[in-house]
């Protein structure tokens, strides 16, 4: 039988508990409402490529998004979760191109953060192309600053306070 002391501890939230509850839930409606536009890039080399780009709202905001983009063979994925504008989570994928088993992933890395605070950061594998497509976790905020603020510009969503 377990004492009131025991379920307590156990109802009690962690960081890590609430940033994965919204990452499975922002993955659960992302799998039955998202959005998808393209933006073409060109690289400091010369290279094209075309940026797919997903996005999920929830009660007008975005809750999810991700990107993904081929160059060289190389397809590279970001995502990032969201809760009231702010990232929860980050994930950076490098892999082959047309992966379909996880062991092919070249190169990755996650950020779990709460209030804009890094609470975790894993990575695994090693980067293929250079220049490094992702920075180090002290500019994992500035990238993500830059990825949504574009992402809002090519929404236009009204909704969102001017920076």
């Not at 004492?3 to 919204?22: C, E, F, H, M, P």
């Not at 994930?91 to 190169?107: M, P, Q, S």
């Not at 953060?113 to 990575?123: A, F, G």
């Amino acid at each position: 039988m377990l004492s009131a002391r025991t379920v307590t501890a156990q109802g009690k939230t962690t960081w890590r508990n609430r940033i994965d509850y919204l990452v499975e839930e922002s993955d659960s409606l992302s799998m039955k409402s998202q959005t998808t536009f393209y933006i073409f890039r060109e690289f400091r080399n010369g290279k094209r490529t075309r940026e797919t780009w997903h996005y999920t709202l929830k009660d007008g905001k975005v809750i999810i998004f991700q990107l993904h983009y081929l160059l060289d063979n190389t397809e590279f994925t970001e995502v990032y979760y969201l809760d009231r504008d702010k990232p929860v989570c980050m994930e950076y994928y490098e892999t082959a191109y047309l992966a379909t088993y996880i062991d092919e992933v070249h190169w990755g890395e996650m950020f779990f953060l709460e209030d804009n605070t890094l609470k975790q950061h894993v990575m695994f594998g090693q980067k293929r192309l250079e220049p490094p497509v992702f920075d180090s976790e002290t500019e994992c905020l500035d990238r993500f600053h830059r990825r949504y603020r574009e992402l809002r510009n090519n929404l236009k969503l009204t909704s969102y306070p001017p920076e």
